[in-house]
């Protein structure tokens, strides 16, 4: 489908959104679909998204597929999951679930379109150098230890130290927060006002 490949050559999506916790510019599924529009206009295309409650294990996931079509009713799709939180603080239940479903709907556009969610090279650099002159500071070492022991701790307490759980719950963090967790060093190179965002997440979790 020779549209796909123009679309994806031609796309831009702009990370509009800014966390104030992890000092980064990212994209959300708004900033892809209004990025999307004239794009697809120009080249004869439609695009439908659609959302199924899905369970994998004894869980829950949102389920999202993606759908190009051209004018000649060829058509592909890519599919994007996420899991349903038990809760998250000031949001009631449809809120989650609308959460959650822009999040399964943005990584199924991720992989239609080959857009890279990694952060922009200047706020990545911004952050570490926010993080570097943190640590010159002891008190703000003192907080890290602190913080990262709580993570390391209350990782284990939830997954039991299996390694299948732990990268479920790895990226169940990242998808509620907007930033990549995939080892446990990554948690260390986040702001400390951040890592207390993310225990208090976690350990909400444990019911503490």
Known sequence: MKELMLIQSELKAPKGQFNKFGNYKYRNCEDILEALKPILKLHK?????TDDVVVIGERYYIKATVTLTNENNESVSANGYAREAANKKGMDESQITGSTSSYARKYALNGLFAIDDTKDADSM????????QQNNHPQNKQTQQTEFSKFTKTVVQLTGGNAENVTELYQEISQMFQVKIAKTDDFKQQAPEFQKQINQYISQKLGA
């Open 125 to 132: 650099d911004n952050r570490q150098n926010n993080v570097h």
């Open 45 to 49: 295309c439609s695009m439908i998204i």
